[in-house]
């Protein structure tokens, strides 16, 4: 039997992360977007919520709550706030979910509890090159042996890397085959350089420069080959195609309270057939993206085979965000394309998802 219906912890969840996107990252968005900077006070706060601590393990602190599902819906309530709060609050995930799932036991027991502390920990992945044909299981930054070292050399770009970041995931090609290796940020040889994108620009974001880094062979992650990071970009996947479903919906939402409050010849443009039909359609493509998004979900949290599915996700719904913002400004007429509106800001965030790789995970 299909069942929409959240378990009462989900409920409890979701509705805490409702009220602190509303409360605390929506009146926050415009600032932090300019000044290309989050508040450490909201980030703090955010880690109280524990959204990334419950899904790590009991024996080491955590929740052991782990679900994609679960991670999805947070996800989008965070999104609806800022995209690029809601990425950097999820930061955390990037490092240790990759090393609950690909770490030794021994570096889950350095790293882990570090995220479980009461500090905000920011975490970084690097899964992107800067190359047009980018392909995350062909990278092309190496990693070779030599004696007891690994020696890391080539570019990653659009890596999160907040004030605070101590050790980055990075993908590099060993022997031929994609390999996940932990860099301390501090190694020799480790370059960091801005970047500067169009949107999510409350996140910094940089381009990662190795040249020769040397790191301890215990810090080669157990990826599990192709499949085991294919089971990483679907995880990574997911929680991007959840977060381009916060997008639209905050974009929506603007445009449908916009539309029923602007008047013009003595009512409402949501009267108006061409907005009022702009308005459905915006709608039902959200619908229909966030049920692609809960079935990829649910097919991770079942263990299944669930790349198909994903990719589903993914492409209909950085299509989706893309439109619907962008319908959000035709909405708003002239303000729309204002600054001091929000349609605008979504509309440059939304163009990001279709390069987007490794910004999230569940």
């Known amino acids: 039997m299909i069942d929409f219906e959240l378990n009462e912890e989900q409920a409890l969840i979701i509705e ?3 009220q602190f996107a509303e409360n605390e990252i929506r009146p926050v968005a415009r600032e932090a977007e300019e000044a290309r900077k989050i508040d450490p006070a909201l980030l703090a706060h955010s880690h109280e919520l524990g959204l990334v601590a419950n899904a790590l393990p009991e024996s080491l602190g955590g929740g052991g709550e782990r679900s994609a599902v679960t991670g999805a819906l947070i996800a989008e309530e965070l999104a609806w706030g800022d995209l690029g709060i809601a990425l950097a609050i999820l930061s955390p ?55 007891g070292e690994i020696v890391l050399a080539g570019t990653k770009s659009m890596v999160p890397w907040l004030d ?77 195609s959840a977060l381009a479903v916060g997008v639209s919906r905050a974009a929506f939402e603007i445009s449908r309270d916009y539309a029923k409050e602007r008047e013009t010849f003595g009512a409402p443009i949501a009267t108006r057939q061409s907005i009022a039909f702009m308005l459905a359609d915006m709608a039902r493509e959200i ?49 729309g394309y204002i600054r001091e509106y929000l349609p605008e800001l979504l509309l440059r965030n939304a163009r990001g998802f279709a390069v987007f790789e490794g910004l999230a995970l569940i």
């Open 16 to 18: 805490t992360v409702r």
């Open 93 to 147: 995930s990037l490092t240790a979910l990759t090393l609950m799932d690909a770490g030794t036991e021994a570096l889950q027991a350095q790293i882990l509890p570090s995220f479980l502390r009461g500090d905000f920990l920011p975490g970084s992945l690097a899964l992107t090159e800067p190359r047009s044909d980018n392909d995350p299981l062909e990278p092309r930054a190496t990693a070779k042996r030599d004696g």
């Open 164 to 240: 605070g970041t101590r050790s980055s995931v990075v993908l590099a090609a060993e022997d031929g085959e994609p390999q996940l290796f932990l860099v301390p940020a501090d190694r020799p040889g480790l370059k960091v350089q801005n970047d500067e994108y169009m949107g999510v620009q409350a996140l910094r974001t940089v381009e990662l420069q190795l040249e020769g880094v040397r790191i301890p062979a215990e810090q080669r992650l157990e990826s599990g080959g192709r499949a085991g990071i294919q089971n990483l970009l679907n995880r990574a996947r997911v929680a991007q």
């Open 287 to 335: 619908d229909a993206a966030r049920l692609l998004v809960w079935e990829a979900a649910w097919l991770l949290d079942a263990g299944r085979d669930c790349t198909r599915e994903v990719t589903l996700a993914r492409n209909f719904t950085q299509q989706t965000a893309l439109q619907v913002t962008d319908a959000a400004v035709q909405v708003l007429g002239g303000h």
